[in-house]
T-cell receptor
Framework: DAGITQSPRHKVTETGTPVTLRCHQT?????MYWYRQDPGHGLRLIHY???????DKGEVSDGYSVSRSKTEDFLLTLESATSSQTSVYFC?????????????FGQGTRLTVV | DAKTTQPNSMESNEEEPVHLPCNHS???????IHWYRQLPSQGPEYVIH???SNVNNRMASLAIAEDRKSSTLILHRATLRDAAVYYC??????????FGQGTRLTINP
C-alpha cells in the first residue's frame, strides 16, 4: 500500500469554525490532491499541488485553502466551515501526471459540520 | 472533455468472470483509458490503464475496441472482495482524474 495517511479520520465541527485536514505521504511523490466525495456527485477535485509551495485550484475550491510547505504534507483548510462542506475528503498522490501514471488515494476523512 | 458512459450497476456470481463495459465514443487519440475501483469505506484504488492495446495485470484485463470507442474491464474470477464501484476514466496528458458515477458491482456468493 502507498504510504498515505490522512488525519483526522473522523471529525465533527461546528459551523463557522476553522478546520484543517492533513495528508501525509512517505513516497516522496511530487503531486498531491484533495478530493471530496458526496452522494450524487462522485469525487470532485478541490485543490492540487505540483510541488512545495506550488498549488492550484480544482473544480470545487470555493471555501477551501491549501498549503504545502514540505513534500510530504498537504494541508486542506476550511476557514469557516459550513454545513455544505460535510463530506468525505480524500487525499491522493502521484509521482507524475502524464497519461499512464496512477494515483494512490488515502483512506479518507469523514467531516461533519453541524 | 471526453466523457464515459457506464451502467449504474451490475451483478455477478462469485468465481465467475465479470465484464464491465465503458463507452467513450468521443475519445481522442491521446486519451488514455484508466480504471479505478472504490471498495466500501475506502479511497479509490488504481486497477489498470491502456491506450490502444489490450492490457493485463494481476488484478484485471482491459480490452479496448479497435476503434477505441469502448472498452471492457474483465475480472477473470470474481471474489466477494471485488464488490466495489468501478470507474472508467479518460485521461489526457497532465489532466487531473475526473470521476463519474461509475458502476456498482455486486458479487453474489
Amino acid at each position: 500500500d502507498a504510504g498515505i495517511t490522512q488525519s483526522p479520520r473522523h471529525k465533527v465541527t461546528e459551523t463557522g469554525t476553522p478546520v484543517t485536514l492533513r495528508c501525509h505521504q512517505t513516497e516522496n511523490h511530487r503531486y498531491m490532491y484533495w478530493y471530496r466525495q458526496d452522494p450524487g456527485h462522485g469525487l470532485r477535485l478541490i485543490h492540487y499541488s505540483y510541488g512545495v509551495k506550488d498549488t492550484d485550484k480544482g473544480e470545487v475550491s470555493d471555501g477551501y485553502s491549501v498549503s504545502r510547505s514540505k513534500t510530504e504534507d498537504f494541508l486542506l483548510t476550511l476557514e469557516s466551515a459550513t454545513s455544505s462542506q460535510t463530506s468525505v475528503y480524500f487525499c491522493a498522490i502521484s509521482a507524475r501526471t502524464n497519461e499512464g501514471h496512477e494515483a494512490f488515494f488515502g483512506q479518507g476523512t469523514r467531516l461533519t459540520v453541524v | 472533455d471526453a466523457k464515459t458512459t457506464q451502467p449504474n450497476s451490475m451483478e455477478s456470481n462469485e468465481e465467475e468472470p465479470v465484464h464491465l463495459p465503458c463507452n467513450h465514443s468521443t475519445i481522442s487519440g491521446t486519451d488514455y483509458i484508466h480504471w479505478y475501483r472504490q471498495l466500501p469505506s475506502q479511497g479509490p484504488e488504481y486497477v489498470i490503464h491502456g491506450l490502444t492495446s489490450n492490457v493485463n495485470n494481476r488484478m484485471a484485463s482491459l480490452a479496448i475496441a479497435e476503434d477505441r470507442k469502448s472498452s471492457t474491464l474483465i475480472l477473470h474470477r470474481a471474489t466477494l472482495r471485488d464488490a466495489a464501484v468501478y470507474y472508467c476514466i479518460l485521461k489526457r496528458g497532465a489532466q487531473k482524474l475526473v470521476f463519474g458515477q461509475g458502476t456498482r458491482l455486486t458479487i453474489n456468493p
